[in-house]
């Protein structure tokens, strides 16, 4: 049974094939990165007429890579929120319209719940099992029982993790996405190098607050005389979009390294403690981690290292940003059930999972 997934909830325009629920025959994704990061992060009106642009091409290409015409399909699924309303509704608006035209039923899926099915769609995962979703928009904890029932255990009161990620690279010069280079960078960098505080939740102690570390990188900045070597950073993304390794050490400083490094660290220190406490809380038997930040190898390797008494799930990097292949996996139990959206369904930007 192939379902065709569309996802278009923030920057990328996203089409997939996919079979069964878990087989993943195609899976396209058309990012908008060029278009938004010379303003250091997504500007919703661009990204809407990105997607206007990209989506009849995209959706094109997934039925192509997986050899499906439209009357093989089962059903068109969609993200239904959250997100920017605006972008939720060019695929929304157009998935729609295939259904109309093809005669298939709808599945509205929840983004949040995509990036669960984009591990638990792939892997063993035995439940109850703790997520970890963690992404530029999303930190949140959520318990995740036997026929995926829902319970949010703590979500971050301020920044997402990605969101911090992003603006500690703006801040720096580094441009956006700020993950993937921050990433790569903190491994040449001494996470011990400068000591940044735990936040302290006062209330619900699962949540997360990112803000006060994100001050402190400012505060760090505004103590040093980085005009230069920011504006060296901006000048080399100024005439190469995504420089290497080597182009970002030749204008980054020791210093800054380190700064990166000890962030990084820092971030990933909060997420561990949060899920494996609550993991433990639930008594859960998988540790489920995605969303963007779920690339982060930094993460990933301190996540094996801490050794626990349960297995961590981590999506492939493909899977973890934003995708098609998660939505119409999440469709497909949906789709089993007889779980339609019609025709009246609308795009909800604040949409909760629970
Ligand atoms: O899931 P995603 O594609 O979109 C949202 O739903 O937000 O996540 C994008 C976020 C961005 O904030 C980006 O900086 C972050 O994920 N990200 C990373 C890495 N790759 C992407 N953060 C840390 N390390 C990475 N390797
Ligand atoms: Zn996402």
Redesign the pocket.
Known sequence: MKILGIES??D?TAAAVVEDGSKILSSVVSSQMATHSKYGGVVPELASREHLRAIVPAVRMALAESVTRAEDLRAIAVTEGPGLVGSLLVGMTYAKALAMVHRLPLIAVN?IEG?IYAVASQHPVEYPALALVV????THLYEVAEGFRYRLLGKTRDD?A??A??KVAKLLGFGY????V??MLAAHGDPEAVRFTLAKMKGNTLDFSFSGLKTAVLRWFEARNMEDEVAARRQLLATNLTPSLEDWLRVTPKATLDVLASFQSTVIEELLRRATRSAEEIGARSLIVS???A???GLRRAAVEAHLPYPIFFPTPAL???NAAMIAAAAFPKLVRGEFADQTLKAQANLALA
């Open positions: 909830s923030c990328e983004h990036h992404s530029g928009g999303h997402a990605g969101e990620f992003d996405p700020g993950g993937p921050v990433d969303g963007g930040v690339c982060n190898t973890s940003t934003d």
